[in-house]
């Protein structure tokens, strides 16, 4: 049985993939379980959700949260995620900020992590249609100089 993710969010305070370690608040429609994995699991697992992100991503999306951290800057960073058994790639935006105290020390890490793999799968299908188009105008002006 698939899940339907489209409208799955996490609310993560503490994401489990950067420096900072807060308690993390995983919150999903109707109380669905997050790629396979409970709210607990992901609190109980200090990096499990970095351990999740697709290997190609990994260097990226942790250099991006690194700098966010560092400059307390708000984030947005797309990336791809495995669910539990790792058959399933889907892909993510992630928005996040970075809390800080008085002293400018992080306190917590507030977002909501989108699952946009429909978008960029009908992303993907418009270029290759654009694609093909072009490709078809170069062949027909090809021919005509041809002749």
Request: one cysteine or more; aromatic letters at 8%.
């Amino acid at each position: 049985m698939t899940k339907d993710w489209s409208g799955a969010s996490a609310i993560t305070p503490g994401c489990c993939i950067g420096p900072p370690r807060f308690a993390a608040v995983i919150t999903t429609p109707d109380g669905q379980d997050f790629l396979g994995f409970s709210a607990a699991d992901l609190r109980e697992s200090e990096d499990l959700r970095g351990r999740q992100i697709h290997e190609p991503d990994r260097e990226r999306v942790l250099a991006a949260f690194a700098g966010a951290y560092e400059s307390g800057e708000d984030f947005v960073i797309q990336y791809r995620l495995w669910d539990r058994e790792r058959e399933v790639l889907r892909d993510f935006q992630d928005y996040g900020h970075i809390e800080r105290d008085s002293l400018g020390r992080p306190t917590a890490i507030t977002g909501v992590l989108v699952d946009i793999t429909a978008r960029v799968a009908s992303d993907g299908a418009v270029d290759g249609f654009i694609r093909g188009l072009t490709e078809q105008e170069e062949a027909r002006r090809a021919l005509a100089e041809s002749e």
